[in-house]
């Protein structure tokens, strides 16, 4: 088969076209849906996972800056000189 769209020549058999991926017959077009339907799936959840290490790298960012805090450094300090008495 001669495909419409790019003009490649394919397998008789062939459900889509070999260089372009035009679909030939409707099962290998159900096929594909199915295929799409699932891909956008796993995208939704790379996109919520990537929104939650987002967040988690940013909470730590601001909990790293609160470390440099001189109020935070300094009660830091107290606890550790207290544990040596
Ligand atoms: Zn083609």
Same mark, same amino acid.
């Given at each position: 088969m001669t495909c419409p769209r790019c003009g490649e020549l394919n397998p008789?058999? %062939?459900?889509?076209?070999?260089?372009?991926? %035009?679909?030939?017959k409707p099962e290998a077009a159900l096929k594909a849906q199915d295929e799409y339907i699932e891909l956008r799936k796993a995208i939704e959840e790379l996109r919520r996972d990537i929104m939650e290490l987002r967040r988690i790298v940013e909470n730590r960012s601001r909990y790293e800056a609160c470390l440099d805090e001189p109020e935070v450094q300094q009660s830091i300090k107290i606890p550790r000189e207290r544990s040596w008495l």
């Open positions: 008789r058999e %062939a459900e889509s076209c070999t260089r372009c991926g %035009a679909i030939f």
